[in-house]
């Protein structure tokens, strides 16, 4: 077997110094871009399957955003009422408005509740009942409550036990360049042989490269100003493999969570309502009677994210906002069950839930679009994988289950480790002769960048970026304003291509010149969302055109779009959904 070398006296340290590797010095079997819960988790699972490994971050691992997941994973477990994998899998076909690809759904049911024993075997201190089980909750269009849980601190606790285990792997020989920027892709033969980085820490430009690379680094939920996301969820894995010929996926489709505080837009979990908090409009009634009679508050979040749309357009809301009302559930529960949410409102909104309700409204919050790989994470490169909110497998569809997306990062991050530690450790080291060129390449149009001296400042591109995207392509979508926001995206993507002034010039810490680097992945992306959401003419999950085509088109729009970048800009084509046994049918609450 071949295999990826490490030059003798690489460091194993957490944060190895830049002056013991040159570019070339480091090279492994399998590479991990990103550490939040699914890269962590192919680390482990490649490192376990024998494979040398690194994993390259730009933030440290438990500051990665898997970190603010709140509400839960779920996996049929089946120890609050009965439920089976294949009543999840429904569910999941279903909540994703039959847009999700019913074969990778089957993969990721059937293994679920497999991965939550292992993960609690591994110290995930989740909730139990009375009778010491695993305790579930229900969560928003689930047949069943599935949903494992940490108190309200469910992200936090999982992403804290995947350290712990990359630790022990770490003093066993895998790697992690933490603060090391990822911006592209390297391949040499049709292969991906690695990536090029920018060293936080230290400055300067680097290239680690492996025989098999997964892309873990997130979604982009930073294209709007109101967002759930952390300022580093960017779109960085889709930037790079989008400019690398790669197509993604079900770009239109981006989830607005219903329960976002107001004014920050932090997230206010969906756990709340599954606890049984109500939503109330200004007049305080209970308004999710009139849009979803029998699944109220635990409707799908595309449905109650258009209902408080609707409620709040119609002047009914307070501020902007709705109410989320939990004082009849008592201290005892929010206390016990829902602590980091009172914390977080009483912090930022100055309410405590005891005795006042939250005011939460819709924000942008996880992107189904991505990456488009197969059932093992496998790209259309070779060589190349994608795992969590960077790729779509697609389990999401249209409209993504809460509780589902942790679970995709452990599932999916799983089998995307052990595929590529399987390819890389079958074939012989990637060849390395690309990498320096593409490094050097890196490093001169790094330096072009840091010589513009007269333009904008890139907080000015991206504060519009986020502002024009939230008022025209957000919960609803009206043809009027998507044009609108085509000719924006269009302006902007001209006035960063002028070249955008990066006031700081040196190499240590130098935020200024990464978020550079991701406005450009930003302005990407939102030509290929726009793209695809225009000519997407239909209502499907989170992609609501309710003035011209307020219905889905199943004859029309049972299909992916796949976007590609060709010459400069986003070409759009279509791919079917894969069925096995469930047909499309309306959807009702």
């Known amino acids: 077997m071949g295999r990826g070398t490490a030059v003798a006296g690489c460091p194993v340290a957490r944060r190895p110094a830049s002056d013991r590797f040159q570019a070339m010095d480091v090279s492994f079997d399998v590479l991990v871009v990103g550490a939040g819960c699914a890269g962590m988790r192919a680390a482990i699972e490649a490192h376990d399957a024998g494979a040398r490994v690194a994993v390259v971050s730009k933030l440290h691992p438990t500051r990665s955003h898997s970190g603010a997941a709140e509400g839960g994973i779920n996996a049929a477990l089946g120890n609050k009422a009965e439920d089976s994998p294949e009543t999840h899998a429904f569910d999941t076909v279903k909540g994703s408005d039959y847009l999700g690809d019913q074969d990778a759904i089957e993969i990721f049911t059937r293994?679920?509740?497999?991965?939550?024993?292992?993960?609690?075997?591994?110290?995930?201190?989740?909730?139990?009942?009375?009778e010491g089980k695993l305790d579930q909750r229900p969560f928003g269009a689930a047949g069943s409550p599935r949903t494992v849980y940490s108190a309200d601190i469910t992200g936090h606790v999982l992403i804290q036990v995947l350290y712990e285990q990359l630790q022990r792997r770490m003093s066993e020989g895998l790697v992690v360049f933490e603060e090391y920027f990822a911006f592209r892709l390297v391949e040499d033969g049709g292969r991906c042989t690695g990536v090029i980085c920018?060293?936080?820490?230290?400055?300067?430009?680097?290239?680690v490269t492996g025989s098999a690379t997964i892309l873990a680094t997130g979604g982009a939920g930073r294209l709007f100003r109101a967002t759930t996301n952390a300022y580093a969820c960017t779109g960085d894995g889709m930037a790079m493999a989008l400019r690398a010929g790669l197509p993604l996926k079900d770009m239109e489709f981006m989830q607005f969570h219903p329960t976002t505080m107001y004014p920050s837009g932090i997230l206010i979990t969906e756990g709340c309502r599954g606890e049984g908090g109500y939503l109330l409009n200004k007049d305080g009634e209970r308004f999710m009677k009139r849009y979803a009679p029998n699944a109220l508050e635990l409707a799908s979040r595309d449905v109650v994210s258009r209902s408080e749309t609707t409620e709040i357009e119609a002047g009914r809301g307070v501020n902007g906002s709705v109410m989320l009302d939990l004082r009849h559930l008592g201290p005892e529960k929010i206390l016990n069950k829902l602590p980091g949410s009172r914390e977080l409102a009483m912090t930022y909104a100055g309410v405590d839930p005891i005795f006042a309700p939250i005011p939460v409204r819709p924000g942008a919050h996880y992107h189904m679009g991505g990456v488009e790989t197969d059932e093992w994470g496998l790209t259309p490169l070779e060589g190349l994988y994608a795992a969590g909110e960077v790729a779509c497998v697609s389990v999401h569809g249209a409209n993504r289950l809460g509780g589902n997306s942790l679970m995709e990062t452990i599932t999916f991050g799983r089998r995307a480790g052990r595929h590529a530690a399987e390819y890389a450790l079958g074939r012989t080291a990637a060849a390395n002769g690309r990498a320096e060129t593409a490094r050097a390449d890196a490093e001169a149009w790094v330096d072009g960048l840091l010589a513009v001296e007269q333009g904008e400042r890139p907080w000015q591109i991206r504060d519009e970026l986020g502002q024009s995207m939230l008022e025209n392509f957000g919960v609803f979508r009206y043809p009027d304003k998507m044009d609108r926001q085509v000719g924006i995206i269009d302006e902007l993507r001209h006035r960063y291509g002028r070249g955008v002034v990066i006031e700081d010039k040196g190499t240590v810490f130098n935020s200024d010149l990464t978020q550079a680097i991701e406005l450009g992945y930003l302005l990407d992306l939102a030509a290929c969302m726009l793209q695809a959401g225009v000519v997407r003419k239909e209502s499907r999950g989170a992609h609501s055109r309710p003035s011209d085509f307020p219905e889905r088109d199943d004859e029309n729009f049972m299909k992916h779009s796949i976007t590609t970048w060709v010459d400069g800009a986003p070409q759009l084509s279509y791919r079917e959904v894969r069925m096995t046994k469930w047909e499309p049918m309306v959807r009702s609450y």
């Open 111 to 130: 293994e679920a509740p497999g991965d939550i024993y292992q993960l609690e075997g591994w110290g995930c201190v989740f909730s139990r009942n009375a």
């Open 198 to 207: 920018w060293d936080l820490l230290h400055g300067g430009v680097k290239a």
